[in-house]
């Protein structure tokens, strides 16, 4: 079982930022693709932002030109780089990725954009 865990969620007023962390238990380079998706209260589980295995990313509209994702091999660790925060962004942010072993989410990180 690939664990995989979310940090650096929290709140932040609108137009601010914020740099969200998952750790994986294994090397994310074994990944066919990792990816950042919210659920927001109410609404469905929403992808946010992809990464693959040979670095295409691919982002929602709603947050292309404000969120980027990244990856460090070294640390097994994908980011998701939140700026100019609305607050529709408001939502759990679940990482998730998938291999030759299925599918792993993370038990997600709250993030809260409001003045």
């Known amino acids: 079982q690939v664990q995989l865990v979310e940090s650096g969620g929290g709140s932040v007023q609108p137009g601010g930022s914020l740099r969200l962390s998952c750790a994986a238990s294994?090397?994310?380079?074994?990944?066919?693709?990792m990816g950042w998706h919210r659920q927001a209260p109410g609404k469905q589980r929403e992808l946010v932002a992809v990464i693959t295995s040979g670095g295409t990313t691919n982002y929602a509209a709603s947050v292309k030109g404000r969120f980027t994702i990244s990856r460090d091999d070294a640390k097994n660790t994908v980011y998701l780089h939140m700026n100019s925060l609305k607050t529709e962004d408001t939502a759990v942010y679940y990482c998730?990725?998938?291999?030759?072993?299925?599918?792993?989410w993370g038990q997600g990180t709250q993030v809260t954009v409001s003045s």
């Open positions: 998730n990725g998938a291999g030759v072993w299925g599918q792993s």
């Open positions: 294994r090397n994310i380079g074994s990944f066919n693709y």
